[in-house]
């Protein structure tokens, strides 16, 4: 039964990403959206390689760092090509890549699976915090605006409601009983968690934390950078300002954070053309930039996780007997 429900899950994000697409496209004449591609300035494309590469290696080397919290040499190379091969992963099915980066280091270096896993979390952890964050700054700076980009997406959304409270407390509550009754138990499973758990906790007192914080400062301000040079690529979008980039950004990694299938195809594709349009910027041109960053964005995870892939398949073959 619970298999049927993962089954339905997945389908239901995949027609909820097909629905978004349509959604998208369903106003654009895609001769129009030709134009704009045959106009586009290809050679952002160079330096926005450059820095995805560098967000691909800042996550690296924070994740090294968890793992020297725990005691564990991580060479560099099999944690890249174990993240590049998690996403690679997500990109088909949302959400497995991270137990498939586990599962690779296991096979590759014999690290314990839990341990993997709790630095992962801590990992998804941090980010789903920075976002967080982000997002808190982005609506208190566009509390002040008229024409606010973020308040135009939420403005049907009622933030805090009784039984939106009561669902918080009483998940927390569900999630505390789980905890005592995992801690008391000690059959296999439950010991499994409890180290996990462990190991989670142990992190949070990892030395290095002014590098952790630099490298995930780093990461998002990649992330940032992957959309503002973006908007370089089309005459009519290259108008947009910094601040605009960053709105755009933020929108875009909540999109992103579904977990639908192919990088969140569908909803990226409509969120970002959406909030362009909003900004000024046409349908067709809003369109063209959210097929081309999300486009890229594929073609980058596709190379490097079908590349970490085979890497990791030729190390095996060759690891003496």
Do not use: C
């Not at 290696?57 to 060479?75: I, S």
């Not at 049907?156 to 509550?173: E, N, Q, R, Y």
Request: aromatic share 14%; no cysteine; net charge positive.
């Amino acid at each position: 039964m619970r298999k049927y429900l993962v089954y339905i899950n997945y389908l239901a994000f995949a027609l909820l990403g097909l629905v978004l697409l349509w959604l998208s496209f369903k106003q654009t004449n895609f001769s129009d959206i030709g134009k704009v591609l045959q106009a586009g300035n290809y050679w952002v494309m160079l330096p926005v390689s450059a820095v995805s590469v560098m967000v691909y290696v800042a996550r690296v080397m924070r994740w090294k760092l968890l793992f020297e919290g725990v005691q564990l040499n991580a060479p560099k190379n099999y944690l890249f090509a174990s993240l590049a091969t998690g996403y690679l992963v997500n990109f088909v099915i949302p959400r497995l890549g991270e137990i498939t980066r586990a599962l690779v280091l296991k096979r590759s270096l014999n690290f314990p699976i839990n341990t993997s896993l709790s630095t992962i979390i801590l990992e998804r952890l941090v980010d789903v915090l920075s976002l967080a964050i982000i997002l808190s700054i982005a609506f208190v700076l566009e509390l002040g605006s008229s024409q606010s980009v973020l308040l135009q997406f939420t403005k049907d959304v009622v933030w805090v409601t009784p039984a939106k409270l009561l669902i918080i407390l009483g998940f927390l509550g569900i999630a505390t009983l789980i905890y005592f009754e995992v801690r008391k138990r000690k059959d296999i499973v439950s010991k499994w968690i409890n180290e996990l758990l462990e190991n989670l906790f142990s992190l949070l007192k990892i030395k290095q934390k002014i590098p952790f914080l630099f490298l995930t400062i780093l990461i998002w301000f990649g992330f940032y950078l992957m959309t503002y040079l973006w908007i370089f690529m089309f005459e009519e979008s290259s108008k947009l300002g910094a601040y605009d980039a960053f709105l755009v950004m933020v929108l875009g990694v909540v999109a992103r954070s579904l977990p639908i299938q192919a990088g969140s195809a569908g909803a990226y594709h409509f969120v970002v053309g959406q909030a362009l349009l909003f900004l000024g910027v046409s349908l067709s041109t809003g369109n063209a930039l959210a097929i081309v960053i999300h486009g890229f964005q594929t073609i980058v995870t596709l190379v490097l996780g079908f590349s970490a892939y085979i890497w990791l398949l030729y190390k095996s073959k060759n690891v003496p007997a």
